[in-house]
Each structure stands twice: as structure tokens, then as C-alpha cells.
């Protein structure tokens, strides 16, 4: 049994981490670090806890860390990660960074889009991408891990495929997302504001959202050749889910069957992602707190593109599922231990 320690220990992704690390034999729970509610008990805050978190929240030491953890998980909001995650270098702590601080590789890039100091460059270069369906054999053998963002999660797995086998042109590609409001996660705003969002659809960070460095990164990486998107997102009156739909130009005459024939065999050694059958297309429910990404595809003749139709729960596969998927493959586990779980419906 492996100890387990969540930084960031009341935001939503760290609750969600709660819920599946409930359900798997292999880790428990040790610590819960919150500097803000330290001495409180989790359940006080989220009383569906009671009887299931029975240890009250602890103020951040490093050094006890070190002595007692083999897992951290840092549930915590961008900026915080890149000042605690080297104290663990010369370690074996395995260290799971649900934050976008390690996501990218240029120390400019983060500057530029996160506004602030980036990482030490020896921390992102330990640091491995933890996409599981693209990086599966470096995240066995990493001791950090960079979780990947709930939108790039969604649009990677849509997009890598069809860019890989040439089945689009790598350029003009749009991505379309929509998500639920626990993606602003737990501090109110007046964005998420109750009156702001239900019966409303908003649009947001127009050109300037953080996650779109991260997923030309990614695809760039994936097929040796620069590649830049219009990347447009939404906000919608729902908790949780989210939903990508990328379209790209098409390379040649192709049929929908050989498209989905190809994303199956891509996908056919990855068990959390589900391709649709022809006419079939994925709705947020149909992945509603489960760790499953489902595609769905169209090959619209008359405009000769591919729309792709990418369905995630942001605060499974997108954060707290994907991160354990990472821990199971880090340490020799079933990659679906304690994932594998049917979805939610209604």
C-alpha cells in the first residue's frame, strides 16, 4: 500500500481525487494539505465525506512529506507546483501535477500565457506529459508527472489520429469547446455566478485561453511540424462535462467508415477511449464521471472536412481519473484499476 498526500486538498479536482482514490486497493490516503483550512476536517466543508475522511486537513511541511509520502498529488491553482515540486528532486515521492505549471516546455511560452516565472528548467525536463494514449511508455518510468489540461485532453485525442495518418491538413484547424462551470473550479466569480451562467452561453478568454499553447504543443509534437489552431471556448450552465468539436480540412477523398476504421485501430490498445459507430455521436452525459473520452466522426462531403466530436468529464479524464490512470501506469498497475467504472446516467 502506497501513502497518498493531496496538496490543494478543498478544490473540486482534489475532491474528485478523493472519490477514486476511495476505491483503489493499492493507495490510501495519508494527508490532505490545505494551508487555508488547516485543523479542519474535509467532511465539515463537503459533508458527503462524512465517514469516508476521517483526518483533519494539514499544513504544508516538506520534509514530513518526504519522510512518510510515495504519492503527491497537487491539486493546486497554477503558480503554486513550480516552487514545491523541485523540493522533492534526489526523492523517490512520485510527484502528479494536476496544474498547468509543468504543461510546457519553453520557459517563455508559460511566461506569455500564465503570466508569470516558469518552472526550473530541470524540473520541465523530468517533468513527463501525462496524456497515457500518447506518452504511455515515459509515463511508466517518470517521477513527475504534468497532467494534462481538460480541453487539451479533449481536442489531443480527437485531433492526433487524424493528423498522424494524414487524414487532415495540419493547418486552419478550429476546435469548438464547450464545458461546465466546476471547470472554473470552486472559488465563486461573477462568471460563475448563478444568475451569470444558467440560461446563458458564454464565450471566454478569446485568443488568449492558456490551454491553447499547450494543445499546439502537443499536436506539433505528435506529427514533427508546427501547427497553430483557432481555439474558441465556452461556458455552459451545467456542473461538470465538456466537449470539443475540431474540424479540419480534408487531405483527400475519404469515407467515413475508413475514418472511424482508422481511429479504432489508433485507439484499439487504449481502454479509456471509445469511437462511435457511424452516425453516432458523443454526448457529456454518455461519459458523466467516468474516465472515458468518446469520439465521434463526420466526413461532411460537401465542405470537405472532418468534424470530430471529442466528449470528457473535465473532472475525471480531464483532471483527478487521468492523474491516477498516470499513478496506476507509474507503478506497474492495471491501468484501469479503479477507472473502469460505468458512467453516471441521467
Not at 499553447?213 to 505528435?222: A, D, H, K, T
Not at 479540419?248 to 476504421?261: A, Y
Not at 482508422?262 to 484499439?268: A, D, E, F, L, T
Not at 468529464?313 to 507503478?331: E, T, W
Request: proline content about 5%; hydrophobic content about 35%; some cysteine.
Amino acid at each position: 500500500m502506497k501513502h497518498v498526500a493531496i496538496i490543494g486538498g478543498t478544490g473540486y479536482g482534489a475532491i474528485e481525487l478523493v472519490r477514486i482514490l476511495h476505491m483503489h486497493k493499492h493507495l490510501q490516503i495519508t494527508k490532505i494539505i490545505s494551508q487555508s483550512q488547516q485543523g479542519e476536517y474535509l467532511a465539515s466543508i463537503y459533508p458527503h465525506l462524512i465517514e469516508f475522511v476521517d483526518t483533519p486537513m494539514e499544513e504544508l511541511d516538506i520534509n514530513q512529506l518526504k519522510a512518510e509520502i510515495d504519492v503527491v498529488f497537487f491539486a493546486t491553482p497554477a503558480g503554486v507546483s513550480k516552487a514545491l515540486i523541485p523540493q522533492f528532486r534526489g526523492t523517490n515521492v512520485q510527484c502528479i501535477d494536476l496544474s498547468g505549471d509543468l504543461r510546457l516546455s519553453n520557459s517563455q511560452d508559460y511566461e506569455k500565457w500564465y503570466g508569470g516565472e516558469a518552472a526550473p528548467e530541470e524540473t520541465l525536463k523530468e517533468a513527463i506529459y501525462g496524456l497515457p494514449e500518447i506518452n504511455k511508455e515515459e509515463i511508466k518510468n517518470a517521477r513527475i508527472i504534468s497532467n494534462p489540461g481538460c480541453y487539451p485532453t479533449s481536442a489531443l485525442l480527437g485531433l492526433i489520429p487524424a493528423l498522424q495518418q494524414h487524414i487532415i491538413q495540419p493547418t486552419r484547424i478550429i476546435i469548438d469547446g464547450k464545458t461546465g462551470v466546476s471547470g472554473a473550479g470552486r472559488t465563486p466569480s461573477s462568471m460563475t455566478h448563478f444568475s451569470e451562467t444558467n440560461d446563458n452561453l458564454k464565450p471566454y478568454k478569446i485568443g488568449k485561453h492558456q490551454h491553447i499553447p499547450e494543445i499546439e504543443q502537443y499536436l506539433s509534437e505528435s506529427v514533427n511540424n508546427k501547427i497553430a489552431v483557432t481555439f474558441t471556448t465556452h461556458l455552459i450552465p451545467m456542473t461538470r462535462g465538456l466537449l470539443c468539436t475540431a474540424y479540419g480540412q480534408l487531405t483527400s477523398d475519404i469515407t467515413i467508415d475508413e475514418v472511424i476504421e482508422i481511429y479504432q485501430s489508433h485507439y484499439k490498445s487504449h481502454p479509456f477511449v471509445r469511437i462511435r459507430k457511424k452516425d453516432s455521436y458523443p454526448t457529456t452525459k454518455d461519459v458523466y464521471g467516468s474516465n472515458f473520452c468518446d469520439i465521434g466522426l463526420f466526413v461532411d462531403e460537401r465542405t470537405n472536412q472532418l468534424i470530430i466530436m471529442s466528449a470528457i468529464d473535465n473532472l475525471v479524464k480531464g483532471a483527478a481519473g487521468q492523474a491516477i490512470q498516470n499513478v496506476n501506469l507509474m507503478n506497474g498497475w492495471d491501468e484501469t484499476h479503479a477507472l473502469h467504472t460505468i458512467p453516471m446516467y441521467p
